[in-house]
């Protein structure tokens, strides 16, 4: 069936690189987003990418995906204190649009 | 503000009573989704809509749970005889039609059943 798995926690310190890594299982994910939460708050989209691609980048944000291992990753260059929250991994076939999400990563940078 | 709008943002409720949450999209927006998230975990899947038409529908939508859009514009969503699982945080997302990628969530509507 389909799932989306991703680690629990990340620590990082300010000004350093983070990665948030995912894994899923369905081979006809066609779309694979991020999104982010802060506490008691809706999801914000950062960004998606189209499985036909390789990588996205968007500013501060890199998004690299591995099709044939089914490994989507999230870079966050030059992290900052506002970047602490909960990082969903989620993806989508194309004949639906249902999304399936991970239970997130929560990052935590530290001065 | 020009997001996806969700009322009420808290609901506290004994179990038993009916429960009603309201779901504005962002505007031409034809696509609109519910989900259901509980702690710890990602959100759920619930229903979808396409303008009025309710396209897609989770097993976790059980009878005690009706979602509508009558005019294709804002949706509710309706939880009858409320219990203690009900307790979570329901989401609301749109999307346009011309590019169904990108989907927006509202702040979402948390939901306490005592």
């Known amino acids: 069936g389909e799932d989306v798995e991703q680690s629990l926690f990340l620590s990082v310190r300010e000004g350093d690189s983070s990665v948030i890594n995912c894994t899923y299982t369905?081979?006809?994910?066609?779309?694979l987003y991020w999104y982010k939460q802060e506490p008691g708050a809706g999801l914000q989209l950062l960004t998606y990418?189209?499985?036909?691609?390789d990588m996205k980048q968007d500013q501060r944000l890199t998004v690299l995906l591995n099709k044939k291992d089914k490994h989507l990753s999230l870079r966050i260059a030059d992290t900052q204190t506002g970047d602490s929250a909960i990082y969903f991994c989620a993806e989508r076939g194309d004949s639906s649009y249902k999304l399936i999400f991970g239970s997130g990563t929560r990052l935590l940078v530290r001065p | 503000d020009t997001g996806v709008s969700q009322d009420p943002r808290h609901k506290i409720t004994k179990r038993g009573q009916n429960v009603t949450f309201r779901c504005d999209p962002i505007?031409?927006?034809?696509?609109l989704y519910w989900y259901r998230q509980t702690l710890g975990q990602g959100p759920e899947f619930l229903t979808y809509?396409?303008?009025?038409?309710?396209?897609?529908k989770s097993r976790l939508l059980s009878d005690r749970f009706s979602a509508e859009r009558p005019k294709g514009s804002f949706s509710t969503l309706e939880i009858q005889r409320t219990e203690q699982g009900d307790s979570a945080m329901y989401l609301c997302a749109s999307s346009p039609d011309s590019s169904g990628n990108t989907i927006y969530f509202g702040e979402g509507s948390w939901l306490t059943v005592v």
């Open positions: 505007s031409e927006h034809n696509r």
């Open positions: 990418i189209f499985s036909n691609m």
């Open positions: 809509f396409q303008n009025e038409a309710q396209l897609e």
């Open positions: 369905d081979s006809s994910s066609t779309y």
